[in-house]
C-alpha cells in the first residue's frame, strides 16, 4: 500500500521526518524516499528497503539533508518523493493509492500537449508522476490537486511539498487516512496516526473524505472543504493498519479484539489453545481466547532478529519460502494439542495451508482456522491490498469455477457471499478440503462491520461483496460533478 510523512517546522525538520517516516515501514515494501525544503533549496534521497530496513538506508542521509520543510514516505513500487518544476513553481510530491484509468489519463496527456514521462522499469509509467501532471494543467495546487482527485478512477491520496508549507489531500471517498498533528512551532501530516507520538505532537485534525489543507508551521486551513461520502479501507483495521493506530476514532488492537470475539461467540470447537498467525493474527486470537476462556499461546513465534517487517517480496515464489523461514515451531505446544488458528485472512491459502501441514508433521491433533475477515472474492480496486495480479489467484474463485464447472456469472457470484446461503457453505467445505483444515469458519460481513463500530455505509468492502465502489453511485456521482 505505502504510507507517508511530512512535517513544516520553524527549525530543522530533518529528524522528526526521519522518525516519522520510518513508522511507516509496515506499509511498504520496495523503496523509501525523503525531500525538504531548506536554505539550499530542495534536496532529495531515495533508496531500495526491499533487504534493508528504512532507518539503515536513511541513517547517513539524517545528516546531509537540511530544511525545515520536508516529506517521506514509504512505496510498494515506484520511487518517490518526486521533484517536480512547472508554472506551479518547484515543489515535491508523494502519493498512496492506485490508478486504474491511467492509460487514459497518459492518453489525454499527450493529446493536450507536447509532454513526457519518464519510463520505470517494465514499460511502467511512475503514478505519482502522473498525478503531477494532472496537477499541473491547473492554476493553483489546491485546483490542481481536486482535479487530480475528481479525474483519477481508484483512489489517491497526495501530499505535496512547496518552499512555504504542504497540501495534503485525502482521497475522494476516504479510503485512507491523513491525520494531521502539532507541536511547538510544527505541525506534521501523517498517514498512521501513532507516527508523530513519539515525537511530540499532539492530534489536532483527522482530515475528511476529499478535503485538502494546507499545513505551515504556524498552523493549518481548509482549502477544500471535505465530502459528505466516505468509504474507508476496512481492511487497514484487519491487517494494514499497526496496532497503536486510530482510523475514524477507532483503535485497530481493540478492534481486532472486537473481532476474536465475535468469532468466539459463533464458535462451538473447544481446541486446547487458540494462537494468532504473526503479527496481525494475534490481536484477533487474544480477543478469541479472553472471550471464550480458551488459553492463549504461540505455538509457533516469527523469528524478529532477520524477519521484523510485517511485510514480504512481491515474488510469489520468495514470500512461500520466507513465510516458512521465519516462523518457528514450539513443540511441546503443537505436539498432541487441538489448535485454533486465527490469521488475518485467507488469499491464496498457499502459505496456510504449508503451516497446517507442518503442524500436522509436528503432531498437532487437529487444526481448526477461523479467518478474521469474509472470503475475498473480489479483487481490489483501491489498494490492491491483496497482491493478486488475477482474481483467480484467490482461492474463493478457483474454487467456485469447481463447484460451477466454470466462471459463474455475476449473479450466481454474488450468492457466494451469503454466510447463510448454500453456495457459500459449499465454497468453504471446498476450501477447508483443499488446504486440510480440521474446520473452518470465517468472520462473518456483520459481524466484521460490527467490530469496526462505524456505520457500514462508510466502510469500503468491495473485496468481500462488491460494495464500495463510489463511481457506481448515483448520488456520488453526483456529487463529485
Known amino acids: 500500500m505505502g504510507g507517508f510523512f511530512g512535517v513544516a517546522s520553524k527549525q530543522d525538520c530533518v529528524l522528526d521526518l526521519f522518525f516519522g517516516t520510518d513508522y511507516h515501514s509496515h506499509l511498504g515494501t520496495r523503496r523509501g524516499g525523503m525531500a525538504v525544503y531548506g536554505e539550499k533549496g530542495f534536496d532529495r ?33 515506484e520511487p518517490q518523493p518526486l521533484l517536480i518544476h512547472s508554472h506551479l513553481g518547484s515543489y515535491a510530491i508523494t502519493t498512496v493509492g492506485k490508478i486504474n484509468n491511467i492509460d487514459e489519463l497518459v492518453a489525454d496527456a499527450f493529446a493536450n500537449g507536447r509532454t513526457q514521462f519518464l519510463e520505470m522499469s517494465g514499460s511502467n509509467i511512475n503514478p505519482t508522476e502522473l498525478v503531477a501532471s494532472i496537477i499541473n494543467q491547473k492554476d493553483s495546487f489546491a485546483e490542481g490537486i481536486a482535479y487530480a482527485q475528481e479525474v483519477i478512477d481508484g483512489s489517491m491520496t497526495i501530499l505535496v511539498m512547496t518552499q512555504k508549507g504542504l497540501y495534503a489531500a485525502r482521497d475522494l471517498y476516504g479510503r485512507t487516512p491523513v491525520v494531521i498533528g502539532a507541536k511547538k512551532d510544527a505541525h506534521c501530516v501523517s498517514f498512521e496516526s501513532f507516527a508523530y507520538i513519539n515525537l511530540g505532537y499532539e492530534d489536532k485534525k483527522e482530515l475528511g473524505p476529499g478535503e485538502i489543507v494546507y499545513v505551515t508551521p504556524e498552523g493549518f486551513e481548509t482549502v477544500k472543504a471535505p465530502g459528505e461520502e466516505m468509504k474507508i479501507c476496512t481492511f487497514l483495521w484487519i491487517y494494514y493498519g499497526y496496532p497503536t493506530s486510530s482510523y475514524e476514532g477507532v483503535n485497530v488492537e481493540d478492534m481486532r479484539y472486537n473481532c476474536g470475539r465475535l468469532l468466539a461467540g459463533r464458535d462451538d470447537v473447544t481446541p486446547d489453545i487458540v494462537a494468532g498467525v504473526p503479527d496481525s493474527g494475534t490481536a484477533h486470537a487474544i480477543g478469541y481466547a479472553n472471550a471464550s476462556g480458551i488459553p492463549f499461546a504461540r505455538p509457533f513465534i516469527k523469528y524478529t532478529p532477520t524477519w521484523p517487517r510485517s511485510f514480504m517480496p512481491t515474488d510469489q515464489n520468495q514470500r512461500n519460502l520466507i513465510a516458512r523461514m521465519k516462523l518457528i515451531p514450539v513443540d511441546s505446544l503443537i505436539r498432541d494439542k487441538k489448535l485454533l488458528l486465527i490469521d488475518d485472512s485467507i488469499v491464496r491459502g498457499t502459505q496456510l495451508g504449508e503451516t497446517t501441514e507442518f503442524l500436522y508433521r509436528s ?17 481490489c480496486k483501491f489498494l490492491n491490498f491483496s497482491r493478486s495480479n488475477s482474481e483467480m489467484d484467490l482461492i474463493t474463485r478457483r474454487m467456485i469455477r469447481e463447484l460451477e464447472g466454470g466462471d459463474p456469472d455475476e449473479e450466481t457470484l454474488a450468492k457466494y457471499t451469503d454466510p447463510d446461503g448454500e453456495r457459500y457453505r459449499d465454497m468453504i467445505e471446498a476450501i477447508r478440503k483443499k488446504l486440510n483444515f480440521t ?19 462508510k466502510l469500503c468492502t468491495y473485496c468481500w461483496d462488491k460494495k464500495g465502489d463510489c463511481s457506481k453511485c448515483s448520488h456520488c456521482k453526483s456529487h463529485t460533478s
Open 45 to 77: 534521497a531515495i533508496h531500495n528497503i526491499t533487504n534493508s530496513p528504512f532507518r539503515t538506508k536513511f541513517d547517513h542521509d539524517v545528516t546531509d539533508l537540511k530544511g525545515n520543510i520536508g516529506i517521506g514516505c514509504i512505496s510498494d513500487y
Open 363 to 379: 503432531g498437532a491433533k487437529e487444526v481448526h482456522i477461523r479467518p478474521a475477515c469474509p472470503p475475498l472474492l473480489y479483487g
Open 439 to 457: 474446520t473452518l469458519r470465517f468472520h462473518r460481513l456483520d459481524d466484521m462491520v460490527k467490530s469496526v463500530g462505524i456505520p457500514a455505509e
